[in-house]
């Protein structure tokens, strides 16, 4: 099993839908985990860190579930400009390792 | 505040060639230093990582090793290549704790 695991996409969308990713993680030790977003030979940029209680930033939404090892991410109004691949990423514990998922796929047309 | 250095952007290496490719960050001091790959249409897989002088730690046997001669260096080396090495080389930087980590804008390398 993959330490962790992302739903493959591509998530073919129009402006202005909501979607929303997923993502779980094997570790239950894991103590941090992130969002990046990455464009098209680009390298990856923190989109937002995630936090037990949720968090918002503007369109995008984060959410945690510990006892589920779940991790997902909501993008609300979807823009053409949020096209790209979306990474869910773990920190492993103590030992500082980090780990990424393969990536979601994200189009939105228009 | 704080930037990453990575070179070179690109690079074409016949087979059997050495590589070495270097990473520094600036603006911080004993930072975690990443290697990833990346192969087309992939994800990111780990290579190494360190969280301090002289520590590697090594995820995927291979062809590749990795040293941190200073602080805030990470150098990927290979002694021979082969074609499956090709891919995108991204190092990263981290501070120590849970915190987010912050990429150079990688290398693209094709062994040919």
């Known amino acids: 099993r993959k330490e962790v695991e992302q739903d493959p996409g591509p998530f073919n969308v129009p402006e202005g839908a909501t979607v929303a990713f997923n993502c779980t993680y094997s570790?239950?030790?894991?103590?941090?985990f992130f969002w990046y977003r990455q464009d098209c030979r680009k390298e990856p940029k923190l989109l937002m860190s995630?936090?037990?209680s949720g968090n918002e930033d503007g369109r995008f939404t984060a959410q945690l579930n510990r006892a589920s090892q779940y991790i997902s991410l909501l993008i609300r109004d979807s823009k053409l400009s949020d096209s790209a691949t979306y990474l869910c990423v773990v920190l492993m514990d103590s030992s500082y390792k980090l780990i990424f998922g393969s990536g979601t796929r994200l189009l939105v047309r228009p | 505040s704080q930037t990453i250095h990575q070179w070179p952007a690109t690079l074409v290496q016949p087979v059997g060639s050495p590589l070495s490719l270097e990473c520094t960050v600036e603006g911080t001091s004993n930072p975690n230093l990443y290697w990833y790959r990346q192969a087309a249409g992939r994800g990111l897989q780990l290579l190494f990582y360190s969280v301090g002088i002289g520590q590697i730690s090594s995820e995927v046997p291979q062809n590749l090793s990795a040293s941190r001669p200073q602080d805030r260096q990470f150098i990927l080396s290979s002694k021979k290549l082969l074609l499956s090495d090709s891919g995108f080389y991204l190092c990263a930087w981290s501070d120590q704790g849970n915190t987010e980590a912050f990429f150079g804008q990688g290398t693209r390398l094709t062994v040919v």
């Open positions: 995630v936090y037990s």
């Open positions: 570790n239950s030790a894991s103590q941090s």
